[in-house]
């Protein structure tokens, strides 16, 4: 099989991931609950995560939140710092653990740069929205539909100009590009990251909002959710299995470089879609883009991704989770078929899915 | 041996401290906070012997490390808290 779903979950993590997991489950008991071995021994393990992760991406270990998903960490941003009736920026291409929690606040929300592969509309959209000071702007850094990568050095110059708080979604970024530096950044543990599902990060400069309240471990007494990092978002007992996984995903990209990964998907992107486009395929592709890649077959989406499968080629058809994206690029309708590139991604790939692409004709 | 117990406001922040001392050659265990000297309930120190507590203290304060408070045991067991 030809794994290019790596957008909705990376699948061949590294081996040492995989021991990990093992491990942890053979080792460890709740982390921050005890003084015994198997306590302290799960302690470490998570402490090894939230190092992992401050040394990969700039922060301290306790500005480390560890979540579920990429998706609990938005909410928990987004929870943070929007309050029902306010009034919030976000890309065009953001995806429904963005707009759904805005929703569900009833937020007023202004969509802001909705051009492809338009690093130029998207700046003057979002600077045009920010002058009216909105309480926060929430945008992702790549579309996990088209692999556009948005400007986000400048959006956060931008963000800092107008003091406006910023969360950006590193679900698509994290392990492929350096973050920028957000008051919160949100990423799932097990796409770029290699980590297990059931995982994920949020980088905070300040104590989020609990989503969940409970115990942590610490300062029990009080019936308020303790107020510092890492603390204040963690209540419950810990994903050490997971979290012990994660650690190695992260030591793996810190000991690779995620510099040449972002290349080598370019690399596949830009062959794929010269190849698709040779088929006579309608092929989304621009300059900004990472290792996602949308185009159009000439039937329904996801009967080519069935046909596709049988050939040994996994991808992805539909909306992916992200209408808005579609709404912005004008392929509501229809939705696409995805091929998202990971840490393997290599030229055998990309000939194995144009050679099995010709089913479509 | 006089012993001496730094105490932080999570385990998160223990094993930083943790780290930064022995980083910086002070030699000390990570262990759950004895329940006297925890207001709030539940919580980690770091014990060490008596002596390095200026050279822990000036580390904790070079990596940026916050912790509550030092309490110091006398060899004959009494504890006393000392100003943070």
Redesign the interface.
């Known amino acids: 099989m030809i794994y290019l779903d790596n957008g909705a979950t990376s699948f061949h993590k590294p081996p040492e991931v995989l021991r990990a997991v093992q491990e942890a489950l053979r080792t460890c008991a709740n982390p921050g609950r005890g003084s015994h071995r198997p306590a302290m021994a799960a302690a470490e393990r998570i402490y090894d995560c939230r190092e992992a992760a401050s040394r990969l991406f700039g922060c301290l270990p306790e500005q480390v939140v560890l979540t579920t998903s990429g998706t609990h960490g938005l909410n928990m941003a987004i929870r943070t710092l929007v309050r029902p009736g306010d009034p919030v920026v976000i890309s065009g291409f953001e995806h429904n653990a963005v707009t759904r929690p805005l929703h569900a606040l009833g937020a007023q929300v202004t969509v802001a740069g909705r051009k492809l592969f338009s690093p130029e509309d998207t700046l003057e959209q979002m600077e045009d929205a920010l002058r009216k000071r909105p309480k926060a702007l929430i945008c992702t850094h790549v579309s996990n539909v088209f692999g556009y990568i948005l400007p986000v050095e400048q959006i956060g110059w931008l963000c800092r100009h107008y003091g406006v708080p910023w969360i950006l979604d590193a679900a698509q970024s994290a392990g492929s590009l350096p973050l920028a530096q957000a008051d919160f950044v949100a990423m799932p543990g097990h796409k770029g990251l290699l980590g297990p599902q059931g995982t994920g990060l949020l980088l905070c400069t300040r104590p989020p909002e609990p989503l969940l309240y409970g115990g942590t471990g610490s300062a029990s007494l009080p019936p308020t959710m303790p107020e510092d990092l890492p603390d204040r978002g963690e209540a419950g007992t810990l994903n050490v299995p997971g979290y012990a996984g994660l650690t190695e995903g992260l030591r793996y990209l810190h000991r690779t470089g995620i510099h040449g990964m972002a290349r080598r998907q370019q690399q596949e992107v830009r062959r794929a879609a010269a190849g698709l486009e040779r088929l006579g395929f309608t092929v989304f592709s621009g300059p900004c883009q990472l290792g996602t890649l949308s185009f159009l077959p000439h039937g329904d989406c996801e009967e080519a991704a069935t046909k596709l499968a049988r050939k040994g080629i996994a991808l992805r058809a539909g909306l992916h989770c992200a209408p808005l994206a579609h709404e912005s690029a004008g392929t509501l309708d229809t939705g696409t078929l995805r091929i998202s590139y990971g840490h393997d991604a290599c030229p055998s790939q990309t000939q194995a899915l144009l050679t099995a692409a010709r089913v479509l004709l | 041996m006089d012993m001496i117990f730094i105490t932080f406001?999570?385990?998160?922040?223990a094993?930083?401290g943790e780290?930064t001392l022995r980083t910086g050659g002070v030699d000390c265990a990570?262990?759950?906070t004895p329940k006297w000297m925890e207001?709030?309930?539940?919580?980690?120190c770091l014990r060490l012997r008596a002596g390095n507590e200026s050279r822990a203290v000036s580390l904790l304060a070079r990596d940026r490390v916050p912790y509550n408070k030092i309490y110091t045991q006398n060899a004959d067991g009494s504890l006393e808290e000392r100003s943070p």
């Open positions: 406001r999570s385990i998160t922040l094993q930083r780290r990570l262990m759950r207001n709030k309930g539940c919580g980690y």
